[in-house]
């Protein structure tokens, strides 16, 4: 009996626990079950990762058909798609037809803006024997008509001139889904006698979304035009196209006196070599050619060290294509009246007036250029003296003033030199004449628009 009634406990015990056990799991979460924002935050990711493939298809699948087309075409594409093989280059008589520019591309391109020549001068094509360098002035082919296209601007990097007209059609840009065509204007010209010129053009995007990021303009025969014979196409250098935004900050070609500074090559807005050339009091390119003219060596002190040789080089060579204007400026010495030195716009000497003639500075001989430089050398010294003429308004005044001092009031040394002038050939009077005396300092500009610089 006590048996029985320790087995009867052990099992009471048992039921016990089991019930207490299946009482805890039901009052606890299931541990193994995810929480609601888990749950949310996975979805959002799948979302967003499908979103992304979706957006990166399609330029994946561009990239990859570009690459597979610029590969057939290399290894061959005609012959493997199983089409004709291209029509060889040349012209019923076996003559090596090629187009090519003749003129480059003024640089930097904005969008909007016109495509035009170095100068802005037209963009002139021409086709050629290539063999002898000869237009082609007759036959069909003089008068083919052409279509202009954009290309890639690392089409051709290697100037392999024997591309296939498989690998020129590969790299041809069009424009980006959604915006309008690439190129605007007129996209088709003829040729006359082999000489062609490119018509109004502009681009209506930029060149950054761009393998290359980089454009080059193309030019092949249109389609059905000189059937069966095959003309090499023609390409530009490549270039890079801008927003038009950017055109507020371009370089002027040529730069004008009056532009600002910063216009010149090598010199940035706001940058380091604009602040110091601005705390110098040089603001623009005529400020700029002065002293450059008067005092180069301090123009590169103030540009520092930051500015190299070749920098130098290419500003220099970009400032100097500036146009000047009509001013003269005139400096005569306290001791005469009538012997001085000319300055144009940018205070370089120009030549000398003697006995109100005035003498180029190449007639004169090795001892009057050195007397000149004396003069020259006083009028930097002493620039508060230079008298500045309006050169037309003086020409129209000429006749009424006849105020060329008498050579006995010249000193000794000047009379030798004017008179070496007795035994040469008398040169064209200058349009500016010497006055009889300086005007005083505070006076404003009188007759001929003369007055003293301040």
Excluded at 49 to 65: G, T
Excluded at 161 to 190: A, C, I, Y
Excluded at 394 to 412: M, R, V
Excluded at 445 to 451: D, I, K, M, Q, S
């Amino acid at each position: 009996m006590q048996a029985r009634f320790i087995e009867r406990s052990t099992g009471m015990a048992r039921e016990k626990r089991s019930l207490e056990s299946s009482s805890g799991d039901e009052g606890q979460p299931d541990s193994k079950r995810p929480a609601l924002a888990s749950v949310i935050v996975e979805a959002l990711k799948v979302d967003c990762l499908q979103k992304l493939c979706s957006s990166l298809e399609p330029i994946l699948r561009r990239v990859v058909s570009e690459e597979v087309e610029r590969a057939l075409a290399k290894l061959g594409s005609a012959k493997l798609s199983g089409r004709s093989s291209p029509k060889c280059i040349g012209g019923p008589d076996g003559r090596n037809l090629q187009l090519h520019f003749r003129s480059r591309l003024s640089l930097p391109l904005f969008t909007g803006g016109k495509v035009e020549g170095e100068q802005g001068a037209a963009i002139h094509v021409v086709l050629i024997d290539a063999d002898t360098g000869h237009v082609i002035t007759s036959g069909p082919e003089s008068a083919a008509k052409l279509d202009i296209i954009v290309l890639e601007g690392d089409f051709n990097n290697e100037d392999d001139f024997n591309w296939t007209q498989e690998e020129f059609e590969s790299h041809v840009v069009k424009e980006r889904e959604g915006k309008r065509p690439l190129l605007n204007g007129d996209l088709q010209m003829t040729l006359k006698d082999g000489v062609g010129t490119l018509g109004e053009l502009t681009f209506t995007d930029n060149s950054s979304w761009t393998r290359s990021r980089k454009f080059r303009l193309g030019l092949k025969v249109a389609s059905g035009c000189c059937g069966g014979i095959r003309i090499r196409e023609a390409k530009t250098d490549a270039f890079t196209v801008k927003d038009h935004r950017g055109e507020l900050y371009k370089k002027h070609y040529p730069p004008a006196l009056n532009d600002e500074v910063w216009r010149l090559e090598k010199i940035g807005k706001d940058g380091s070599f604009h602040k110091r050339l601005s705390k110098a009091g040089i603001f623009t390119v005529e400020d700029f050619l002065r002293v450059v003219v008067r005092d180069s060596q301090r123009l590169r002190n103030i540009l520092g060290s930051g500015m190299s040789n070749k920098m130098w080089d290419v500003l220099l060579e970009h400032a100097k294509t500036c146009v000047l204007g009509g001013k003269l400026y005139v400096y005569y010495p306290e001791d005469a009246k009538n012997v001085g030195v000319v300055f144009n716009n940018i205070y370089e000497l120009t030549g000398l007036i003697a006995n109100g003639q005035y003498y180029k500075m190449d007639s004169l001989s090795d001892d009057q250029k050195v007397y000149v430089d004396g003069l020259v050398k006083n009028a930097y010294e002493n620039w508060m003296h230079v008298i500045e003429y309006d050169g037309q308004t003086l020409l129209d005044i000429k006749q009424n003033q006849n105020t060329a001092a008498s050579q006995t009031d010249i000193p000794t040394h000047q009379q030798d030199f004017l008179n070496s002038y007795d035994h040469q050939v008398t040169l064209p009077t200058l349009s500016v004449p010497v006055p009889p005396e300086r005007p005083p300092r505070d006076t404003g500009p009188t007759a001929g628009v003369l007055f003293r610089l301040q």
